[in-house]
């Protein structure tokens, strides 16, 4: 079954109508240090074409929890990848992973969620990342310029020192960019 078919049979728990390419999956993965990471979790894997370009960064003996609610799309991603797949919430974060994690990657929809359920995932985030952690997540173009996208970027500049957003990745179908964020502030 494919992600657009989920997507038709489930919207409201698969956010992409097609599987991210392999030029986003690598601007996802890039500058996370994930070589050096211990412990990354990823939040709304999908199908894993970001889990695989994650997976072929990680060192050995590296764990990597992916967080997905779409039970179809779990039980799949579970059987494709030596992985460790939760069907959870990633506002559930902290229970989930209770330790500190050195990245944490995001396919989720940020821009279809109600303002307090970005709060809450982001805190969950930040919650559980070292010292030093870093976060990506991609975007849509096409929703780039709506207040949730822009309220999802004041969030994101609120809890982290450094956020940076790449250029476009066209060869992605819908084109997007990704948001990196690094060094998470504590309360």
Request: no cysteine; net charge neutral; hydrophobic share 50%.
């Given at each position: 079954?494919?992600?657009t078919?989920e997507?038709l049979?489930r919207p409201?728990?698969t956010g992409?109508v097609?599987a ?8 996802m993965?890039?500058a996370l240090?994930l070589?050096r990471?211990a ?6 894997p999908?199908t894993?074409?970001i889990?695989?370009a994650?997976?072929s ?5 590296a764990?990597l929890?992916?967080?997905?609610l ?9 059987k494709?990848y030596?992985?460790e797949?939760v069907r ?9 992973v209770p ?7 995001s396919g989720?929809?940020w821009?279809?969620m109600?303002?307090a359920?970005?709060r809450?995932?982001?805190?969950a ?5 070292q010292r030093g952690g870093r ?9 780039g310029w ?12 609120a809890?982290?020192?450094t ?6 990745v066209?060869a992605?179908l819908?084109?997007a960019y990704?948001?990196?964020a690094?060094?998470?502030?504590r309360?």
């Open positions: 079954m494919s992600i078919m997507f049979r409201w728990l992409a097609a991210s390419s392999r030029r986003l999956a690598a601007a993965t890039d240090d070589e990471a412990t990354v979790v990823e939040l709304g999908g894993g074409a889990t695989e994650i997976l960064r990680l060192g050995a003996g764990r929890v992916a967080v997905e779409n039970p179809v799309l779990a039980a799949r991603l579970a494709r030596p992985v797949v959870a919430s990633a506002a559930d974060l902290a229970e989930i330790h500190p994690v050195d990245a944490v990657v989720l929809p821009t279809v109600p303002a359920e970005q809450r995932i982001l805190d985030v930040t919650a559980v990342l976060f990506s997540t991609f975007a849509y173009a096409h929703a709506t207040p949730p996208a822009k309220r999802f970027a004041a969030e994101l500049a809890r982290f020192s956020v940076e957003r790449t250029g476009m066209w992605n819908p084109p990704v948001h990196r690094f060094e998470p502030h309360a």
